[in-house]
T-cell receptor
Framework: EAGVVQSPRYKIIEKKQPVAFWCNPISGHNTLYWYRQNLGQGPELLIR????????DSQLPKDRFSAERLKGVDSTLKIQPAELGDSAVYLC??????????????FGPGTRLTVL | AQSVTQLGSHVSVSEGALVLLRCNYSSSVPPYLFWYVQYPNQGLQLLLK??????LVKGINGFEAEFKKSETSFHLTKPSAHMSDAAEYFC????????????FGTGTQLKVEL
């Protein structure tokens, strides 16, 4: 069974440029998460989707970040324009659901973003 | 609000020695507790989780953790370290009914020496 797929794995851009990250969750997983992991820190949730609905985007900086999961499967996270402080690893995770039996989150390898 | 504190950002042990990684949490409701491992340039992999029932939880690769409500702790242990255990370990908490939002600690880098 394929795990969570993310692309690209690495991205280097100049500040003020746009950037997009793509995530394909594990087949059948209804819940999808985007996390940001700064250097030396644990991941922090940016947004959570239940199918195609964003049910928790309280930590997403909406002035420059946007996300979509149009068909309830794969998802795209966009930053426009990027700032130096956006340099981080962006992790995508998925789970069958959110209740106790189904809440294990499976993580992709992440996209390492460097903003110059 | 919930939070996680991992004591010791770096832990070094000898191969074959006991591994003990400390985690304390704060949560207003009974939490779910998790330990994840992250190898360089990889995503996080679940080692074990506590949801309910037995407070001693066994995970993969010989790791286990014990939920101690009175101490609000969920320390991770392994009786005998192996070189392949060198990685970064994250403790995380989520609240029941909280939409499965994970709050992570800052991580502990485990080094295993010969």
């Amino acid at each position: 069974e394929a795990g969570v797929v993310q692309s690209p794995r690495y991205k280097i851009i100049e500040k003020k440029q746009p950037v997009a990250f793509w995530c394909n969750p594990i087949s059948g997983h209804n819940t999808l998460y985007w996390y940001r992991q700064n250097l030396g820190q644990g991941p922090e949730l940016l947004i959570r989707y239940e199918n195609e609905e964003a049910v928790d985007d309280s930590q997403l900086p909406k002035d420059r970040f946007s996300a979509e999961r149009l068909k309830g499967v794969d998802s795209t996270l966009k930053i426009q324009p990027a700032e130096l402080g956006d340099s981080a690893v962006y992790l995508c995770a998925s789970s069958l659901g959110t209740s106790g039996l189904y809440n294990e989150q499976f993580f992709g390898p992440g996209t390492r973003l460097t903003v110059l | 609000a919930q939070s996680v504190t991992q004591l010791g950002s770096h832990v070094s042990v000898s191969e074959g020695a006991l591994v003990l990684l400390r985690c304390n949490y704060s949560s207003s409701v009974p939490p779910y507790l998790f330990w994840y491992v992250q190898y360089p340039n990889q995503g996080l992999q679940l080692l074990l989780k506590y949801t309910t029932g037995a407070t001693l939880v066994k995970g993969i690769n010989g790791f286990e953790a014990e939920f101690k409500k009175s101490e609000t702790s969920f320390h991770l242990t392994k009786p005998s370290a192996h070189m392949s255990d060198a990685a970064e370990y994250f403790c995380a908490v989520s609240s029941r009914g909280g939409g499965n939002k994970l709050t992570f600690g800052t991580g502990t880098q485990l080094k295993v020496e010969l």
